[in-house]
């Protein structure tokens, strides 16, 4: 106690012992000086004073924290308790820790995805505007600048209206001979001060007149904190430097915060900030002026509905001004959410969700467990703290040293929780990196640490609540009279045990269904016929530096020469590009085309002569691109049979679109060039596994020149190189970095996949919830099995002695095997019927990532329950057969 309370308690203590100390000598020096001898004068001055303890306690209740000191003697205690059983400790810190680990990792995802995925000021009423068709909860446009600026100038409801877009093609920062890949986005000047958010260094961009007439911003820029870490080296002369981003010239004004990203919530991304310059396309309501998205921060006291109500009836006088009628239609209503809202999907959100449950069942698992294992020690240490009682400690007194011992056993646990979730995150984190649209920092923040506390409370709470119940209701007397520690251990708090295991059972089977659910439909997508091949292919996604090439044909200088030197490479059997491969994730674009009275979207996708032989595509009809399809030979494109069907002029022969003419090709809207549809290929695979093929017109790349109409959103973004090859990957990729960067320097930074991974990851939210659910529903398997084998070990240890009296008395030992058996089938029978109707319940949760399977699919709901069923008899079966080699000898001098 010294040391907790080294200026207080400690000096008041030393102080009452020399105080007793003190009037003991001047009381034995009396009767020294009256004739006694030393040693009785001190034994007589002993018994006149009284308990020296006792005074010393009933003075230390008067100073009001005797409750801290027993507080620490308990906790004392119950770390003596750990080493002294560390079998115990051991078993209930891991049971616990497997509980809380789950729980703080899911959390963790929960808290950066949902709760708090930005981190601006006020996040709650930052508001994401866009407009879209009335009556229509998606297909959502992006706004022109014209319904902006009658929304700042009409709405009462926000305090500031800001907006932003995309720079175009894939940018890089240029500062002296160094260069960067970034994220540009261009952004209103209200942009920062709408977010709550100012640089850390300089400043953002002033605030513009009315007029516009003199833009101070122009040319300048703001940097994100990596962008200047990695290109300034965290200088803080920075400001006013220049750099270059795509031949354009910038003057640095400010670096935003750490941690600080916009738009979406990836804190590490390269990111830079330009001021929008508006032109004359943005006096328009056409569709080249639709390229903004607007935010805006509620004012206080406005609400959610009031806003949408306003801005609903501003939209509606807004939407007869666009001229076109179908325009005027997507453009009708105005769509409001909050920021923090749009960052994760609706079914990723439902995919958290479902998992945090999962895991909090799982901590629920763990929590019987260890209260299973309380409650069988609490039974163990009756006479133990019978004689607590008997020696005046109040059953209050015994209650709280309980208490502290489950928050001790508890504290460990959560400590050991948190390192595992946070080394799980860790492992994780491709898989998480990949799903899921902000990182997940592997270290817990503030609102980690109050859940870790509140599961520690939980806990404690949880797992020394019954058993203190039980030692409360035990009357000191009988234990003390029989000293057996079977004592109190009768038929009620067996069966509380029993309900324990059966209800561990119960949330186990919830959890197994659901994982075999998801892994049925794992080997559902396994079996989909992808229309391509995927062995032995590897993929570049190149990082297109499209400003070094603004005034020549990116054909004929970057790409055809790339090619060539790559199928120039040993082991290479064939090489093409790709805007973007099938299920792959880095570039779609969609076209809509109207033809015979039909108009739907289409993938529109740049491809190379040589992708066929890369891929395996197959032909339903015509042929693929070839050698023939150059710059100057008719303009040429390939549909699938998703577009065939739709467009076909036969509807009953769709292959009969071979040959017609699709649309013009030439950006001059008086040439009369018109591409035609050369082959029909089959469907394959394009976004996700789970869906069926989309309409798709696939253009063939050495045709695109400069003056075509798809160059730019084609050839100028972005760029999937695909090489087949007989080698191992390990060996293929350095020599093909290298050939890339002999093409571009840039090109070297491009991130090589293989095919199979990219399979792997399309498979998307099932793939991740079933990973995880594997791991929840393998954790909460063993942890039942664990606790059905702990009751019956502690039963077979309790009962040793009648066992061996029946074995005396002639029991069969198949019979008391069975006996033991038949106890776990019913444990295991009411578990599994509770737990398969909360299977059935929950099993909706996952319906939407279903494939190929029902959502009460009855192989998986069997193959889980008598999987648990198996797995708790053979768990019963040790325990059983121990039973029946008891010695009845020993057993009979007991008794």
């Known amino acids: 106690m010294k040391h907790i309370w080294p200026f207080a308690f400690g000096r008041r203590r030393n102080e009452l012992q020399e105080e007793i100390e003190s009037h003991l000598r001047m009381a034995a020096a009396d009767r020294v000086a009256s004739g006694e001898s030393e040693q009785v004068a001190r034994r007589e001055a002993l018994r006149e004073f009284g308990n020296v303890p006792l005074v010393q306690d009933i003075t230390r209740y008067s100073w009001g924290w005797a409750w801290l000191e027993q507080l620490v003697q308990d906790f004392r205690f119950a770390v003596r308790q750990m080493r002294r059983y560390p079998t115990f400790a051991v078993t209930v810190i891991g049971t616990l820790g497997l509980g809380i680990a789950a729980t703080a990792a899911m959390f963790t995802v929960v808290e950066h995805v949902m709760l708090n995925p930005v981190s601006y000021k006020n996040p709650d009423r930052i508001i994401a505007i866009t407009e879209r068709a009335n009556g229509q909860d998606s297909g959502r446009s992006l706004v022109p600048w014209l319904d902006i600026r009658q929304w700042k100038s009409r709405d009462h409801s926000f305090q500031s209206v800001a907006f932003w877009g995309r720079m175009s093609g894939r940018n890089y920062l240029e500062e002296n001979t160094s260069a960067v890949q970034v994220d540009g986005i261009r952004v209103s000047s209200n942009l920062f001060p709408t977010l709550g958010v100012n640089p850390s260094i300089g400043r953002g961009f002033l605030p513009l007149p009315p007029s516009f007439a003199a833009d101070e911003n122009s040319g300048t820029i703001v940097l994100s904190y990596p962008v ?165 400690a109040s059953r209050a007194r015994v209650a709280r040293q309980m208490i502290v011992e489950s928050i001790a056993f508890s504290g460990a646990a959560a400590g050991i929780g948190v390192a595992a979730a946070m080394v799980s995150l860790r492992l994780l984190a491709h898989s998480l990196q990949t799903r899921l649209p902000i990182p997940i920092p592997a270290k817990p923040d503030t609102l980690i640490i109050l859940v870790l506390i509140a599961l520690t409370l939980l806990s ?14 035990t009357p000191i007397e009988p234990v003390l009279k029989q000293g057996g520690f079977q004592v109190g251990t ?41 229309g391509f091949q995927i062995d032995h292919v590897i993929v570049a996604n190149l990082n297109i530096p499209s ?84 710059a100057n030979s008719q303009s040429a494109v390939v549909v699938n049979e998703a577009f065939a069907r739709l467009f076909s002029p036969d509807t009953h022969n769709p292959e009969a679109i071979v040959g017609r003419k699709l649309f013009s090709s030439s950006r001059d809207s008086k040439s009369s060039d018109s591409t035609v549809v050369i082959g029909v290929m089959k469907d394959e695979r394009q976004q996700e596994v789970a869906e069926p093929a989309r309409p798709e017109i696939d253009i063939c790349i050495p045709q695109i020149t400069p003056s075509s109409m798809f160059y730019q959103s084609a050839e100028g973004i972005a760029m999937d190189l695909a090489v087949r090859t007989d080698q191992p990957a390990a060996e293929m990729i350095p020599e093909l970095r290298d050939a890339l960067r002999q093409s571009s320097p840039e090109l070297a930074n491009a991130t090589i996949t293989k095919m199979d991974q990219i399979v792997q990851d399309s498979y998307g939210d099932q793939r991740f919830t079933a990973h995880l659910l594997e791991i929840f529903g393998g954790s909460a398997l063993f942890l039942s099995i664990a606790g059905l084998y702990g009751l019956l070990s502690y039963i077979v240890a309790q009962r040793r002695r009648e066992i061996g009296v029946r074995i005396a008395l002639g029991a069969a030992r198949r019979d008391l095997l069975w006996l033991i058996l038949s106890q776990a089938g019913r444990m295991l029978v009411v578990g599994l019927s509770v737990g398969l109707g909360l299977a059935f319940l929950s099993s909706r949760l996952v319906r939407s990532y279903l494939y190929g399977v029902t959502v009460h699919d009855t192989w998986t709901f069997a193959g889980s329950a008598v999987l648990l069923f198996v797995a708790g008899m053979l768990a019963a079966y040790v325990p059983a057969l121990r039973a029946t080699r008891v010695d009845p000898m020993e057993s009979l001098r007991a008794e």
Not at 289 to 314: D, F, N, P, W
Request: charged share 20%.
């Open 228 to 392: 200047w870490q990695a290109e300034f080296s965290g200088e803080r002369n920075v400001l006013g430097r220049s750099v270059t981003i795509d031949n354009t010239s910038y003057t640095v004004i400010g670096v935003m915060p750490r941690g600080f990203a916009f738009p979406r919530g990836d804190a590490e991304a390269a990111q830079v900030w330009i001021p929008v310059q508006l032109g004359k396309e943005d006096q328009t309501r056409t569709l080249v002026a639709m390229k903004y998205e607007a935010i805006a921060r509620l004012r206080k006291g406005q609400t959610m509905a009031s806003a949408r109500t306003e801005m609903q009836a501003i939209q509606t006088a807004i939407a007869p001004e666009y001229t076109n009628l179908r325009t005027r239609s997507e453009h009708s209503s105005v769509a409001l959410e909050r920021y923090s809202d749009t960052i994760a999907s609706p079914n990723l959100r439902r995919a958290l969700l479902a998992l945090l449950g999962a895991s909090a069942v799982l901590w629920l698992i763990a929590s019987f467990n260890a209260t299973n294992l309380f409650l069988a020690r609490s039974a163990m240490r009756q006479r133990e703290l019978a004689l607590r009682g008997a020696l005046g």
């Open 460 to 473: 404690a709470l949880g797992c020394g609540a019954w058993p203190i119940l039980q030692v409360m209701r």
């Open 547 to 630: 400003f070094r090439f603004a005034d020549r044909n990116m054909t004929q200088v970057l790409y055809e020469p790339l090619v060539d030197r790559v199928r120039q490479l040993h082991g290479v059997e064939a090489a093409g590009l790709m805007s973007e491969v099938p299920l792959g994730k880095t570039f779609a674009t969609e076209i809509t085309l109207r033809m015979n009275g039909t108009s739907t979207p289409a993938y529109l996708k740049a491809v190379s002569p040589g992708m066929q032989d890369v891929f395996g595509f197959k032909m339903a009809a015509g042929r693929f691109f070839d050698t023939q399809d150059t």
């Open 490 to 530: 009768g038929r009620g708090q067996h069966r509380a045990r029993s309900l324990l295991v059966a209800l561990e059972m119960a949330f186990s089977l919830t959890l197994l269904v659901a994982c075999g659910l998801l892994m049925r439909t794992i080997y559902s997508l396994r079996h989909v016929p992808l």
